[in-house]
């Protein structure tokens, strides 16, 4: 087995050192020992774990969802809770979808707005997001540099 330094585990799985720390200290991810000068040393199983915990967060997964996919493994009594897990994923990303849908049409409407001050000379939007502060905070912003 080839020990792996902490930097060399990083360049290997393509991740900055501070994230293998980082995934550590989450519990996702163990040195397989320690040298004598107490630097971290890992197998070469530790790449193929830092590539999956990458792939399952691109693929929408928190890491409180990596550590219990980590934790089932390949049993077929997992295959539920998988299922549940990607499930409840597919949810929140609907929602997340609705916001950006609104996000998005709120700022085609801003720009739309922009545009139509254009011949004035400025733009309307501006004004209208100082409105509105005003009216949340019931105070004017002050002007910035």
């Given amino acids: 087995m080839r020990a ?11 991740v ?18 320690r040298t ?8 070469e199983e530790a790449i193929e774990r830092l590539r999956f915990i990458k792939a399952a967060q691109r ?3 928190r890491l409180d969802d990596v550590a ?3 934790g089932l493994g390949d049993g077929r009594g997992g295959r539920r809770r998988v299922q549940k897990l990607i499930e409840e994923r597919l949810v929140d990303l609907d929602a997340e979808l609705r916001e950006l849908q609104r996000l998005r049409d709120a700022l085609r409407t801003l720009l739309g707005r922009c545009r139509a001050g254009t011949a004035a000379g400025r733009c309307r939007v501006i004004a209208g997001f100082v409105e509105a502060a005003t009216r949340t905070d019931g105070r004017r912003l002050e002007k910035g540099p």
């Avoid at 792996?4 to 393509?14: E, F, R, Y």
């Avoid at 900055?16 to 163990?30: C, D, F, M, N, W």
């Fill in 4 to 14: 792996l330094t902490i930097g060399k585990l990083a360049a290997d799985a393509g």
């Fill in 16 to 33: 900055p050192v501070s994230t293998v720390r980082y995934y550590e200290r989450r519990g996702l991810l163990e040195p397989a020992a």
């Fill in 36 to 43: 004598s000068a107490r630097y971290r040393v890992y197998g």
């Fill in 59 to 61: 693929a929408g997964f």
């Fill in 68 to 70: 219990e996919l980590l």
